[in-house]
């Protein structure tokens, strides 16, 4: 049977993609610190996953929707930066090692842009601690050469379907406060879960690719159009907007940073499309069409 590995696949996106897998006929393994599944400890186990898969997704680390203290700040970067030194050491203690590794990156690591887009070759690298953890999570990755493992750090945009982000920014519309955070003018770069599975699929289908890849849509919206096509799809005609003030506190309510909704990602997939990779969900419209249906 076809093997893939999931390391830190018990959050929204590692759910959708286990199952996925799984409907595609693969034996699908997992590595989280949740019992039943392989422990990050378990040095053996993890080599023994990871003998003759066809493919590793890393998607470990803890929720960036906190409070950024020192002791919250430290469990971020090394929960990615360590699993990552786990995996890159384990594959090359395998005879038959994966065939793709695939790594969780951030399209947080661009600089707040209003100005232009960010592409993988264009783009302009950010400051401030999501940037370093970015940065500081890619050099992990890259730091392994392996020569039968072909390695891909995917820069993921903000991932919409049934489930994750969609759960609070509707909430947000149906109890009356749908309307623009901050300026508005902030750019909200997404992709629909559907659209990031396939490109994994694509990308393991393209064995000439590798290096950086931006996983977003090619076509994303400013925060005031996001919050628009939200109550235009629920049928909420009102949203009260949120001022920067009112954002911070609420932020220091709910343990969570401003930076999450104020910061401008305006990020596009220019590698996927060169290389021919075509989405469903290109448009906003046509993602929360099937998301909220």
């Known amino acids: 049977m076809k093997k893939v590995i999931l390391a830190g696949g018990t959050g929204f996106v590692g759910q959708d993609f286990a199952q996925r897998f799984k409907k595609l006929g693969y034996e699908v393994l997992i590595i989280s610190r949740q019992p039943g599944h392989i422990a990050w400890e378990d040095s053996d186990g993890i080599r023994q996953a990871l003998e003759g898969a066809e493919m590793l997704i890393n998607l470990a ?46 399209a947080t690591i661009y600089r707040h842009a209003e100005d232009r887009p960010m592409t993988e070759k264009e783009g302009e690298i950010g400051s401030g601690f999501s940037v370093d953890v970015a940065k500081a999570w890619e050099q992990a990755f890259f ?11 995917l820069r993921i945009a903000i991932v919409l379907g049934k489930g994750g982000v969609m759960e609070p920014l509707t909430n947000l519309v149906r109890f009356g406060l749908g309307g623009s955070q901050g300026p508005g003018t902030q750019q909200f770069s997404w992709i629909h879960i559907e659209d990031l599975f396939r490109m994994v699929l694509y990308l393991q289908q393209h064995p000439a690719l ?20 939200l109550r235009r ?11 920067r ?18 910061k401008s990602r305006w990020v596009i ?13 290109d448009t906003l419209d046509t993602a929360l069409d099937e998301i909220l249906k």
């Open 143 to 153: 730091a392994f050469s392996l020569p039968s493992t072909r390695q891909i750090a």
């Open 210 to 229: 590798e290096g950086v890849f931006n996983a977003s849509s090619p076509h994303p919206v400013t925060n005031r159009q996001l919050m628009e096509s």
């Open 61 to 106: 680390g803890k929720s960036v929707n906190c409070r950024y203290t020192d002791e919250n700040r430290r469990i971020i970067l090394e929960s990615r930066t360590s699993t990552t030194r786990i995996l890159g050491e384990s594959i090359l203690e395998c005879a038959h090692p994966p065939e793709l590794w695939i790594n969780s990156s951030t």
């Open 269 to 281: 997939p220019e590698r996927m499309e060169q290389e021919g990779f075509t989405f469903i969900y």
């Open 233 to 243: 799809h629920m049928g909420v005609r009102m949203g009260l907007p949120s001022s």
């Open 245 to 262: 003030w009112m954002l911070e506190v609420g932020a220091r309510f709910i343990r969570t940073e401003t930076e999450l909704v104020l």
